[in-house]
């Protein structure tokens, strides 16, 4: 039996879709039968929220974690590990604000020491708002640059990828 491999999922920008994306691909079955989603960085309210918005809160339950450790890896089960960076009764959705900016990046930063430290096998992260980042003082083009910065990667590229197209 091949190992599945930890792979930590950030939840992007609070105030955005990445929320409502990630709640839509933990719905699927076949993503736990391909790798151990070590969790959700982000914060459970939000994620509460994000249920609601697409019609999964009776489908799917969130499971508060601290540790890696304590994930269930179980379909049905979202495991976020609660960084509460976002005051609710300040989130507006739609809106470019510092608070989701820099809870976008946090979590990124928060997934790449991790990965660093080998505590998961590898990153996905969500969408953010470049410019809700800089206005939270984070001056990166996107996650490449995050990436670099705190993997110590002098030479990087994006590269994006479908079937036998590549673009660099």
């Known amino acids: 039996m091949n190992k599945r491999p930890i792979i930590g999922i950030t939840m992007g920008d609070p105030a955005s ?3 409502e994306i990630t709640a839509k691909a933990l719905s ?26 697409t ?9 508060t974690i601290g540790d890696v450790s304590e994930a269930l890896f179980e379909y049905g089960t979202i495991d976020v590990y609660h ?7 300040k989130l507006q959705r739609g809106k470019v604000s510092a608070m989701a ?4 990046f946090q979590y990124v930063k928060k997934v790449i020491g991790l990965a660093m430290d080998h505590k998961i096998d590898a990153t996905v992260t969500n969408a953010l708002n470049k410019e809700a980042m800089n206005l939270a003082g984070h001056h990166y083009s996107g996650h490449t640059e ?13 590269m994006l990828a479908h079937e036998n197209l590549r673009v660099v």
């Open 17 to 19: 879709i990445g929320p």
């Open 28 to 53: 699927d079955p076949s993503v736990y039968e391909r790798c151990k989603t070590a969790g959700l960085w982000g914060d459970v309210p939000v994620m509460e929220e994000a249920l609601k918005i």
């Open 55 to 63: 019609g999964l809160s009776g489908k799917l339950k969130i499971h």
């Open 83 to 89: 960084m509460g960076m976002v005051d609710m009764d």
């Open 101 to 104: 900016g820099n809870a976008a």
């Open 146 to 158: 995050i990436y670099a910065d705190y993997t110590g990667t002098r030479k990087y590229t994006m």
